[in-house]
T-cell receptor
């Protein structure tokens, strides 16, 4: 158990809908990262937050947004869902948002868009 | 830009024989490199990391990796495979100060009895 929690574990929804994925980082970790794992794209970085502020953006679609709240939990919002958004979404946290600190991954949320 | 290339998409070994998973990296500066493992329907677990200290890095479960700058490689090895090692392994490079991880395409390791 990494100490990072993600809810829900599974999510099945229809095209065009909007969903919210939630992540609670390890106690004391200030940085949260979101990654997407799909069969065709592999594991890709989406976005990083550090202590409530956006720090880095990757290949995140405009239909996707995220935020980190004062209690440091984070939410990833996916809207106007398409079939291709079906993937495993991981959250990771680290003490600080630099390469020197390892990232601990949550169990992931499996999103299925039908 | 940072990148990693895992040279084998699938590796099959017999239990008790050595494991070698190959990874080459590309980086414009001294990289931070990692190996992560993903068991079926599980999250990602850090096996080991290299951050410019010793070039031979020891990780969990008997795995180790050697950083070779001249060959831009960071291959993962284990002397003797166990059935429980069957999983997907990812070679990963960290993108500079921000820490975002860039993953290779993964190598699926199968272990035969």
């Amino acid at each position: 158990d990494s100490g990072v929690t993600q809810t829900p574990k599974h999510l099945i929804t229809a095209t065009g809908q909007r969903v919210t994925l939630r992540c609670s980082p390890r106690s004391g970790d200030l940085s949260v990262y979101w990654y997407q794992q799909s069969l065709d794209q592999g594991l890709q970085f989406l976005i990083q937050y550090y202590n409530g502020e956006e720090r880095a953006k990757g290949n995140i679609l405009e239909r996707f947004s995220a935020q980190q709240f004062p209690d440091l939990h984070s939410e990833l919002n996916l809207s106007s869902l398409e079939l291709g958004d079906s993937a495993l979404y991981f959250c990771a946290s680290s003490v600080e948002g630099t390469a020197a600190y390892e990232q601990y991954f949550g169990p992931g949320t499996r999103l299925t868009v039908t | 830009a940072q990148s990693v290339t895992q040279l084998d998409s699938h590796v099959s070994v017999s239990e008790g024989t050595p494991v070698l998973l190959r990874c080459n990296y590309s980086s414009s500066y001294s990289p931070s490199l990692f190996w992560y493992v993903q068991h079926p329907n599980k999250g990602l677990q850090l096996l080991l990391k290299y951050t410019s200290a010793a070039t031979l890095v020891k990780g969990i479960n008997g795995f180790e990796a050697e950083f070779k700058k001249s060959e831009t490689s960071f291959h993962l090895t284990k002397p003797s495979a166990h059935m429980s090692d069957a999983a997907e392994y990812f070679c990963v490079v960290s993108d500079g100060w921000g820490g975002k991880l860039i993953f290779g395409q993964g190598t699926e390791l199968s272990v035969k009895p």
